[in-house]
């Protein structure tokens, strides 16, 4: 049951995060992409970038970004290059960024950190 407590409650704050970009201009093509490698909460446009986007929420303890370690990256990053291939995309400029949702505060950091594949 807490399991899908904690699902529920991050499902909300991704629709909360994908609102945000929508309203900063970005155009958001995926939410909750899935496959081998793991999943990427948020796929956007923004202007010529496609941005692959970690969304984490906090109401203590830590801070939201602290949790995107470096093994997080490396899952996103692999799924990214699924998503990447999977769609045929080989020309596109790409961005990963990370929101942090902390109680009521959303920070969000543009190109948080580079692909580890």
Do not use: P
Request: contains cysteine.
């Amino acid at each position: 049951m807490r399991k899908k407590n904690k699902r529920q409650i991050g499902t909300k704050y991704e629709q909360v995060a994908a609102q945000y970009l929508e309203k900063q201009g970005y155009r958001i093509l995926q939410l909750n992409y899935r496959c081998y490698a793991g999943e990427i909460d948020i796929i956007a446009i923004d202007q010529e970038y496609l941005v692959f986007c970690e969304v984490k929420y906090r109401y203590w303890y830590h801070t939201a970004l602290e949790a995107v370690d470096n093994r997080k990256q490396v899952r996103i990053s692999r799924s990214a290059s699924c998503y990447l291939t999977e769609n045929h995309i080989t020309n596109k400029s790409c961005r990963f960024d990370v929101i942090g949702i902390e109680r009521e505060q959303i920070i969000h950091i543009k190109n948080a950190f580079d692909a580890r594949i």
